[in-house]
């Protein structure tokens, strides 16, 4: 049997013109950065494949010259689809100079379209996206001046009375994988990966297309060496094989190359992993947590509201609680920070593609998520500001399915405060408001999420809002130690309904001993 191993610019080789590359990423966590490195490479020397379409899930990139910046050469890309790109940073100049086509849309669909590839299903019909950006309504997920000018990707149609939105099939034909072993076969298994995200729908698409299926793995084994059970992809689905030449580029998380306890290989004690000291942020989280009862199915996103997993967790509370990330982790206490995405000691690892149909469906009591801008009526823009694009991610699909939304974020943009004596402090005012009267996009709909019957709930160390029966912002809650007018209302756009029963937030989340008691 002819090897399957080839370095990892010679196979580019097999990649046609007008290719439609799907891979995984969350960050470069998941993400075969080895394979876009060596495609780089190979067109730097042949100009070939010229216009290909890459298509990637979660986030991609973790600063200048990594993730999607391997790819921003003239001819090399004719178009984008994915979900983030606030860390390919050349990318996103290069997508605003609209030298490709850039579409955004939610991550969890795009998962579910490698899987309708696999299947080549008429593409992906949902309700999620509606009223935001993806809309075609709206934007249709076209993020640059070149996409507008492109086919759309999202239609609108009617099914038993009901809108739905149509995501058009994304026919992959080219598939890079990331995997830890490959037996000479092909047979390949995830024992240091965190996650098991889409890699056998990308296999199964590429190979169904009659396509090229290239595997990362950090080591070949012998044949017959893997159990049957830990196979992810088969070999008869795998062309080719390369083994990562650079450790950057073959990374576990986006800041860790190797960690046993995130890929649940072993159980570790989760207070030593707590990171988070008394401070603005920890109230936030605090607060946060009060809105998730005992018993609760939460997802914790990434940012600030992953933290919350760490105040359970000090209250000793993490087997009261069901957390999950959108990579398939269910269980455990989710890292925080940039190594976010896996699990501390997880119940259990599912696709992420089963986890997002499990949130799509309704499955989540609560999602915890990240605000960039909101308006008076609760729509919230993570999308784009000014001209830097950063995207949904994971969000609109989380939120979709969750009973309750709980927002979390600092109150103004790049204020600094401090706790003082129980109290907050204000020691720079910031620089501008994120409550404001008209965002540029919508990622989140308020008028869609009560049109569901949600609950959203907006967290901020300065002060806490929910909402009216009808729509209308209200600022329930004001941290100890601030002036309503000067250090709230001045900094909003709009003047939010007082509720009648305004009151301080509870002075004990100011305090360094705390203890959740939902």
């Given at each position: 049997?002819?090897?399957?191993?080839?370095?990892?610019i010679?196979?580019?080789?097999h990649?046609?013109?007008?290719?439609?590359?799907?891979?995984?990423?969350?960050?470069?966590?998941?993400?075969?950065?080895?394979?876009?490195?060596?495609?780089?490479?190979?067109?730097?020397?042949?100009?070939?494949?010229?216009?290909?379409?890459?298509?990637?899930t979660?986030?991609?990139?973790?600063?200048?010259?990594?993730?999607?910046?391997?790819?921003?050469?003239?001819?090399?890309?004719?178009?984008?689809?994915?979900?983030?790109?606030?860390?390919?940073?050349?990318?996103?100049?290069?997508?605003?100079?609209?030298?490709?086509?850039?579409?955004?849309?939610?991550?969890?669909?795009?998962?579910?379209?490698?899987?309708?590839?696999?299947?080549?299903?008429?593409?992906?019909f949902?309700?999620?996206?509606?009223g935001?950006?993806?809309?075609?309504?709206?934007?249709?997920?076209?993020?640059?001046?070149?996409?507008?000018?492109?086919?759309?990707?999202?239609?609108?149609?009617?099914?038993?009375?009901?809108?739905?939105?149509?995501?058009?099939?994304?026919?992959?034909?080219?598939?890079?994988?990331?995997?830890?072993?490959?037996?000479?076969?092909?047979?390949?298994?995830?024992?240091?990966?965190?996650?098991?995200?889409?890699?056998?729908?990308?296999?199964?698409a590429?190979?169904?297309?009659?396509?090229?299926?290239i595997?990362?793995?950090?080591?070949?084994?012998?044949?017959?060496?893997?159990?049957?059970?830990?196979?992810?992809?088969?070999?008869?689905?795998v062309?080719?094989?390369?083994?990562?030449?650079?450790?950057?580029?073959?990374?576990?998380?986006?800041?860790?190359?190797?960690?046993?306890?995130?890929?649940?290989?072993?159980?570790?004690?989760?207070?030593?992993?707590?990171?988070?000291?008394?401070?603005?942020?920890?109230?936030?989280?605090?607060?946060?947590?009060?809105?998730?009862?005992?018993?609760?199915?939460?997802?914790?996103?990434?940012?600030?509201?992953?933290?919350?997993?760490?105040?359970?967790?000090?209250?000793?509370?993490?087997?009261?609680?069901?957390?999950?990330?959108?990579?398939?982790?269910?269980?455990?206490?989710?890292?925080?920070?940039?190594?976010?995405a896996?699990?501390?000691?997880?119940?259990?690892?599912?696709?992420?593609?089963?986890?997002?149909?499990?949130?799509?469906?309704?499955?989540?009591?609560?999602?915890?998520?990240?605000?960039?801008?909101?308006?008076?009526?609760?729509n919230?823009?993570t999308?784009?500001?000014?001209?830097?694009?950063?995207?949904?991610?994971?969000?609109?699909?989380?939120?979709?399915?969750?009973k309750?939304?709980?927002f979390?974020?600092?109150?103004?943009?790049?204020?600094?405060?401090?706790?003082?004596?129980?109290?907050?402090?204000?020691?720079?005012?910031g620089?501008?408001?994120?409550?404001?009267?008209?965002?540029?996009l919508?990622?989140?709909?308020?008028?869609?999420?009560r049109?569901?019957?949600?609950?959203?709930?907006?967290?901020?160390?300065?002060?806490?809002?929910?909402?009216?029966?009808?729509?209308?912002?209200?600022l329930?809650?004001?941290?100890?130690?601030?002036?309503?007018?000067?250090?709230?209302?001045?900094?909003?756009?709009?003047?939010?309904?007082?509720?009648?029963?305004l009151?301080?937030?509870?002075?004990?989340?100011?305090?360094?001993?705390?203890?959740?008691?939902?």
């Amino acid at each position: 049997m002819e090897s399957k191993e080839r370095s990892f610019i010679e196979v580019m080789k097999h990649i046609p013109d007008e290719a439609i590359i799907g891979t995984s990423s969350f960050g470069i966590g998941g993400l075969p950065e080895q394979l876009l490195d060596g495609l780089s490479k190979y067109y730097a020397e042949h100009q070939e494949p010229n216009n290909i379409t890459l298509a990637t899930t979660a986030g991609i990139g973790v600063g200048k010259g990594r993730g999607l910046d391997h790819l921003i050469a003239p001819g090399l890309l004719k178009r984008v689809i994915g979900s983030h790109f606030a860390h390919s940073p050349l990318a996103n100049q290069a997508a605003q100079d609209n030298q490709f086509e850039l579409f955004e849309l939610p991550q969890g669909v795009i998962g579910k379209l490698y899987r309708n590839a696999a299947g080549k299903g008429p593409g992906v019909f949902s309700q999620v996206g509606i009223g935001s950006f993806v809309d075609p309504d709206h934007d249709g997920g076209k993020l640059n001046e070149k996409a507008k000018q492109a086919e759309d990707l999202v239609e609108s149609i009617e099914l038993n009375g009901e809108r739905w939105l149509h995501y058009k099939p994304l026919p992959v034909n080219v598939a890079f994988i990331k995997a830890t072993y490959a037996d000479q076969s092909g047979n390949l298994s995830i024992d240091h990966e965190t996650s098991k995200l889409e890699s056998f729908s990308l296999a199964a698409a590429a190979y169904n297309a009659g396509g090229v299926v290239i595997a990362q793995v950090e080591q070949i084994v012998e044949n017959h060496s893997l159990a049957a059970k830990d196979v992810i992809v088969p070999g008869m689905f795998v062309d080719y094989l390369v083994v990562a030449s650079d450790k950057k580029y073959h990374m576990q998380t986006p800041s860790t190359y190797y960690n046993p306890a995130f890929s649940n290989e072993i159980r570790v004690p989760l207070k030593k992993q707590l990171t988070l000291e008394l401070s603005p942020q920890k109230v936030i989280v605090r607060r946060a947590s009060q809105e998730m009862p005992k018993g609760t199915t939460a997802n914790l996103g990434h940012g600030i509201a992953s933290f919350v997993s760490e105040v359970i967790v000090e209250s000793n509370k993490i087997d009261e609680y069901h957390l999950t990330t959108d990579m398939g982790s269910f269980g455990g206490m989710p890292a925080t920070g940039i190594d976010y995405a896996p699990n501390y000691n997880a119940d259990a690892i599912i696709s992420s593609e089963d986890m997002f149909n499990f949130y799509h469906g309704g499955g989540l009591d609560v999602a915890v998520l990240g605000f960039g801008q909101m308006d008076s009526s609760g729509n919230m823009n993570t999308t784009k500001f000014g001209d830097y694009i950063l995207g949904p991610g994971g969000m609109m699909d989380i939120s979709h399915g969750a009973k309750k939304v709980v927002f979390v974020g600092t109150f103004v943009v790049k204020g600094e405060t401090a706790i003082k004596d129980g109290q907050l402090v204000i020691n720079e005012e910031g620089v501008k408001p994120k409550f404001v009267e008209e965002l540029p996009l919508i990622t989140f709909s308020a008028d869609y999420a009560r049109e569901r019957g949600k609950e959203v709930v907006v967290v901020t160390e300065r002060a806490v809002f929910d909402f009216t029966e009808k729509g209308e912002m209200r600022l329930c809650e004001i941290a100890p130690g601030l002036d309503l007018e000067k250090d709230i209302l001045n900094w909003m756009e709009f003047k939010p309904i007082i509720s009648e029963n305004l009151k301080e937030m509870d002075r004990a989340l100011f305090q360094e001993d705390w203890q959740l008691n939902n």
